[in-house]
């Protein structure tokens, strides 16, 4: 669909120049802190470390588009990311770290959020010191390999033009 695309049909919008300002601290504080809240919860709480951790990819990437394209995405806000990631970058490794994550995430929010009678028995298992130990590992790797990756590219982009 492209840019132009997006904005016709109001799934991105033009941030005001008087807001761009706020739009771009709060999406550094955002992703900011969403690392930091992935980190701390890996031992304790690794599903929940996954799902930090990409909203921390998700949000460094809205920092990008407010400061160098001054747009906002205003529906199907993780889908149209990605999307307009595709458009903007040739970076296929970025690309996949972005995909990944979403995928991770959208994995442990339905082992969260939904309690499907299929993942009934399996969530029996979820308190088992082997699961656990199988969820601390995957949030160790997903925040090592997917995670910092995807926030180090993501911020040599904001530093240089892309």
Known sequence: MGME???????????VETEVGRY????????KENLEHCKANLTNFPRWSIISGYYAMHD?????????????VDAKVHKTVIKIMEEITKDKELLRLL??????FKQ????LFEARE????????????FMKEKY???????LNNTVEPYLNKIKKLIENEI
Do not use: P
């Open 5 to 15: 695309g997006y904005l016709k049909e109001g799934i991105i919008n033009k941030i």
């Open 24 to 31: 771009i601290n709060f999406f550094t504080d955002s992703y």
């Open 60 to 72: 460094i990437t809205k920092l990008l588009l407010a400061r160098k394209f001054s747009i906002k």
């Open 99 to 104: 995909e990944v994550g979403f995928e991770e």
């Open 108 to 111: 442990m929010a339905s082992d």
């Open 118 to 129: 299929e993942r009934q028995k399996a969530q029996y298992y979820t308190g088992t010191e």
């Open 136 to 142: 601390k590992e995957r949030a160790k790797t997903f």
